[in-house]
């Protein structure tokens, strides 16, 4: 085929897709998430009945068990904007635990919007002898293997932010997984384990209850989910993030036109004050990015656990 002809062809593929991105959509979008009452599935109900009244058809929430089977049923849908998913960084995050992955998500996933994020709190026990993050690093040195730390399920956020901690720390602590984050953090009420990364949601009412002190949080900067708590990364660990993001994604190799309606739908969603408002009082704070950020996010997400998963031989087959 000529150049012009190729022209001409790229030009027609172009404008097919921003014509289908004019009448979508025409009928109800699924949207996929993880089990129902976790983050990502109250910010999926709060996004789909955003997105349901912009768009003019409903945005049916679709709720299963568990990120596997959601990323495996949304990376065979048809690309067509009707399929979409929403999950934390597990999504991106889960292959690289897996001896054999059932799927990319760098291949298989067209990036829509970063949504949110929901840092970890580093917990610990009033009984523990430290009230900051270094007097806390001084302690577990002078006492290896003896401290103990309640995680979530392996693989999640909150035990990846430990073994993250263990490593630039330089420490040694014995992991304790559950099978929630719920279940951990009454162990470390309880004294019997002696600090946790949970999540804001889990942590703060315990911290103004007196019941766990709060050493840090794992923001970057400040977040406003934990106020008062300065970061970890600023507490004697430069750099610490540990951070589920949450993302909006549809099939790979959606058209640009329809990924550039649904970030423009959503986006305008999350920083509505009133579904902003609600995401805050889940636990999350709304962000709305462009593709581009969302799939930086991955990348940076992929390096820094990466290195983490690998040493510690983490793996959830």
Not at 25 to 43: E, F, K, N, Y
Not at 98 to 115: C, G, K, M, N, W
């Amino acid at each position: 085929m000529s150049r012009i002809g190729l022209a001409i062809l790229s030009l027609a593929v172009i404008c097919a897709g921003a014509a289908s991105a004019q009448n979508y959509p025409t009928r109800p979008i699924r949207l996929l998430t993880a089990g129902a009452g976790g983050g990502s599935d109250i910010v999926s109900r709060l996004l789909a009945q955003g997105l349901g009244a912009r768009l003019g058809q409903p945005v049916v929430v679709d709720s299963r068990v568990g990120g596997v089977i959601i990323a495996e049923i949304a990376a065979k849908a048809a690309p067509d904007g009707y399929t979409l998913v929403i999950y934390s960084s597990g999504l991106w995050l889960i292959p690289l635990m897996q001896e054999r992955p059932t799927y990319d998500a760098t291949r298989d996933f067209s990036p829509i919007a970063l949504v949110g994020s929901s840092p970890m709190v580093l917990v610990v026990h009033p009984s523990v002898a430290a009230k900051s993050v270094q007097e806390l690093i001084a302690l577990a040195k002078s006492k290896p293997g003896q401290l103990s730390s309640a995680t979530g399920p392996l693989g999640a956020t909150p035990h990846l932010s430990l073994e993250l901690f263990k490593s630039m720390a330089g420490v040694d602590i014995l992991t304790v997984a559950y099978r929630n984050i719920a279940a951990g953090v009454t162990d470390v009420l309880g004294g019997r384990v002696q600090m946790m990364f949970p999540n804001t949601g889990a942590a703060m009412p315990q911290i103004k209850a007196g019941k766990l002190r709060g050493l840090g949080v794992g923001s970057l900067k400040p977040s406003a989910l934990a106020p008062g708590l300065p970061t970890i990364s600023e507490s004697g660990l430069p750099g610490f993030e540990g951070v589920s993001a949450y993302g909006l994604f549809a099939p790979a190799r959606m058209p640009q036109a329809l990924v550039a309606r649904l970030n423009a739908e959503a986006v305008a969603v999350l920083t509505a004050p009133e579904a902003s408002e609600k995401i805050f009082a889940a636990g999350v704070e709304p962000i709305g990015s462009t593709p581009e950020r969302l799939r930086a996010q991955m990348t940076s997400d992929v390096a820094k656990f990466g290195k983490i998963i690998r040493a510690a031989k983490i793996r959830i087959d």
